[in-house]
């Protein structure tokens, strides 16, 4: 069953045609990666699943329903969750405080930095918090200022500052960029680890090596629109791939 559907999504910046008549169906649980050179308009695709870039035209359903027109937060709510190209932490704040914030949120129903004092004296949200940092072994991290931290595990903790809030739909616009190849393979066996656990993924990915260990399903893009789809063995195998680029 499809999840999210994406159909005839056009979007301009000036004379630019960033998207350009771009059609992506994701399976319910799969994963489903989307790859293309730089500048292909991935990123711009996943903004307009979050409601962060508004295309000019076409049609985008989760679960049956229009994004089209729905802010941020409520797209949040609806059960999707994105890591985003640079990490998006509180740098002042400890490892555990950030995962506290969308933890709270999940219950409480609204994204606000200041509110997350306020989930401490919540147990089933501190449970949940914690439960999550040990999934994805940041708990002898727990305590630390995320602005000491390595790029890697920043990356991690927003991972689990997304997967705190049990999303439908988990997008990740390349979860291992600027990581060395053991933060890599940490991640690829993290994101292996979640994902029996029936959450959809989309995921952005330069690092062939992930894409093709992880991903179930590939769509390539190239100046803005989407050139091909299959299994990862059809891709790798298919000459316009190889040309636009893997080739190179
Ligand atoms: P990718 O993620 O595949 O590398 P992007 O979606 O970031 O590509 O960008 C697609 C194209 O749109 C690029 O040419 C980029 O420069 C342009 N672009 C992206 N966002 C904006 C914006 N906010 N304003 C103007 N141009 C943009
Ligand atoms: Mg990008």
């Given at each position: 069953m499809t999840i999210l559907s994406i159909s005839g999504v056009n979007k301009r910046f000036g004379g630019l045609r960033a998207l350009d008549n771009v059609n992506l169906n994701v399976k319910e649980g799969s994963v489903h990666a989307i790859i293309g050179p730089n500048g292909a308009g991935k990123s711009t695709l996943l903004n307009c699943l979050v409601g962060r870039i508004v295309p000019d035209e076409g049609r985008v359903d989760f679960a049956g329903h229009s994004l089209l027109g729905r802010k941020a937060h409520e797209i949040n709510q609806a059960g999707i969750a994105r890591v985003f190209q640079t990490p998006e932490t509180?740098?002042?704040?400890t490892v555990f405080e950030n995962v506290m914030i969308p933890a709270f949120a999940r219950h409480d129903g609204s994204f606000r930095i200041?509110?997350?004092?306020?989930?401490?004296?919540r147990a089933e949200i501190r449970e949940e918090a914690e439960h999550i940092l040990e999934d994805l072994q940041l708990a002898d991290q727990r305590?630390?200022?995320?602005?000491?931290?390595s790029r890697g595990d920043k990356r991690r903790l927003e991972l689990a500052m997304c997967l705190v809030q049990k999303p439908k739909l988990l997008l990740l616009d390349e979860?291992?960029?600027?990581?060395?190849r053991a933060d890599t393979n940490n991640t690829v066996e993290l994101l292996k680890k979640i994902a029996g656990r029936g959450i959809t993924k989309v995921i952005i990915e330069h690092d062939m090596h992930v894409v093709f260990s992880l991903a179930e399903t590939v769509s390539v893009m190239a100046q803005g629109t989407v050139i091909a789809e299959g299994t990862p063995a059809e891709i790798k195998a298919s000459p316009r791939v190889q040309e636009a680029y893997l080739g190179g």
């Open positions: 509180f740098g002042e704040l200041n509110l997350w004092k306020r989930a401490l004296g305590d630390q200022r995320v602005d000491s931290m979860p291992t960029a600027g990581m060395s």
